[in-house]
Structures are given as structure tokens and as C-alpha cells.
């Protein structure tokens, strides 16, 4: 069964840390993994995609990597910010239809606190 | 920010009544999309489409119905609302040349009474 978890479920730390939320995945075949920002009350947003032969990929504080072997990524923000508070969400894509199909995580709340 | 719209944003209605939840985006995008999210829970498909004319169901079974007469409108109706219905309710589109990301809009809070 194509599933995706993520670790912590939820997560709170002091602005300006460092922090790293995980996901693993078992969807197959695999096809690219992105991370996505989902603020309280609002639609997710694209944070980062990876494709197989991508190991990292970076967007300003947002670093994601992936280890297509053992299925996992994670996802590591660096000197948290108040509006880091979010739900992230990771993403799984599978090849083996047209329509490209999703796999959704449940996320990890993160608060940053001041 | 993505171009796609949703509304109303919140919405709070008696058992039996008829409603509709509107998407529109303005990207031109072949492909659009509805989830159903609840707290805490992961997006689960509820109806998609390629293009025009053409709709499909998702993976989560669902007593709602949808329509895509124009490639930018892709509205949502439940006939008959029930207290079961309450959700949130994200619709996305893609097609952007070079990838397959899917933006998404608002969302519409939803709460059937």
C-alpha cells in the first residue's frame, strides 16, 4: 500500500533555531517528493520538489533532502522564524498513471515560539 | 501566490440545504482538482479533471458532484448537506509548461449543521 508518514507530528521551538521534520514514503513507482508550507486557514504551498536522481534542493532557509534507496527525506529549516509556524506536508508523486498521483503526509504542526 | 480562488472561504449551513463552492483560476491550467481535509488529516481526492468536459472521481468516495464547462471555473455541489460534509475543502489546479506542481487555493471551511 502507497503510504506516506512524517515525524514529529507536532513540533515547537524557540525562533531562531534549527529544526528537521522527516518524512518516509513506500509509494511505487516513484516519480518526485515535494514539501509543501500549509499555513492555519489557508491552501498548501510548493516549498521544494526532488526528483530520484536529486539529493537536495534548497530554498532560501528551507532545505529539503531525499535518499531515493531507503525512502526518505526530510526537511531542515534553518534559523526559525515566527512565520515558519505551519503545517508541513510531505508529498510523494507516483509515475504509474497519467494523472501523476499524490500521496499526501498528515504533516508536522510546527510552532515557533518568540 | 498562486492564481487560483476559492469561495466562499467560510461557510456554515443547515442539514438538507443545497450548496455550491466555487474554484476559478486564471493560469489556464488543463488540470484541476478537489480535496476534502479534515483537522490534523492528509488531503484526500475527492474529484479531478483534464480538461473541459471531463471529470472524474477520486479516491475518497464522496456524495458531492462536480463540472468543468469552462478550463477555468470547476465548481462543487452537494444536492443535499449533512453534518458529515463538514470539512475543509482545497481546490488546486497544474499544467504550468515544466511541471507538475499543483497550486493551491484558499480553501472553503465548511459546517454543515
Known amino acids: 500500500k502507497n503510504q506516506v508518514e512524517q515525524s514529529p507530528q507536532s513540533l515547537i521551538i524557540l525562533e531562531g533555531k534549527n529544526c528537521t521534520l522527516q518524512?518516509?514514503?513506500?509509494?511505487?513507482?516513484?516519480?518526485?517528493l515535494r514539501w509543501y508550507k500549509q499555513d492555519t486557514g489557508r491552501g498548501p504551498v510548493s516549498l521544494t520538489i526532488?526528483?530520484?536522481?536529486?539529493n537536495t534542493k534548497s530554498n532560501g532557509r528551507y532545505t529539503a533532502t531525499l535518499d531515493a534507496d531507503t525512502k526518505q527525506s526530510s526537511l531542515h529549516i534553518t534559523a526559525s522564524q515566527l512565520s515558519d509556524s505551519a503545517s508541513y506536508i510531505c508529498v510523494v508523486s507516483d509515475r504509474g498513471s497519467t494523472l501523476g498521483r499524490l500521496y499526501f503526509g498528515r504533516g508536522t504542526q510546527l510552532t515557533v515560539w518568540p | 501566490e498562486a492564481d487560483i480562488y476559492q469561495t466562499p472561504r467560510y461557510l456554515v449551513i443547515g442539514t438538507g440545504k443545497k450548496i455550491t463552492l466555487e474554484c476559478s483560476q486564471t493560469?489556464?491550467?488543463?488540470?484541476m482538482y478537489w480535496y476534502q481535509q479534515d483537522p490534523g488529516m492528509e488531503l484526500h481526492l475527492i474529484h479531478y479533471?483534464?480538461?473541459?468536459?471531463?471529470?472524474e472521481k477520486g479516491d475518497l468516495s464522496s456524495e458531492s458532484t462536480v463540472s468543468r464547462i469552462r478550463t477555468e471555473h470547476f465548481p462543487l455541489t452537494l444536492e443535499s448537506a449533512r453534518p458529515s460534509h463538514t470539512s475543509q475543502y482545497l481546490c488546486?489546479?497544474?499544467?504550468?509548461?515544466?511541471?507538475?506542481?499543483?497550486?493551491f487555493g484558499p480553501g472553503t471551511r465548511l459546517t454543515v449543521l
Open positions: 488546486a489546479s497544474s499544467g504550468t509548461p515544466g511541471t507538475d506542481t499543483q497550486y
Open positions: 526532488m526528483t530520484f536522481s536529486e
Open positions: 493560469m489556464g491550467h488543463d488540470k
Open positions: 479533471s483534464y480538461g473541459v468536459n471531463s471529470t
Open positions: 518524512c518516509n514514503y513506500t509509494v511505487s513507482p516513484f516519480s518526485n
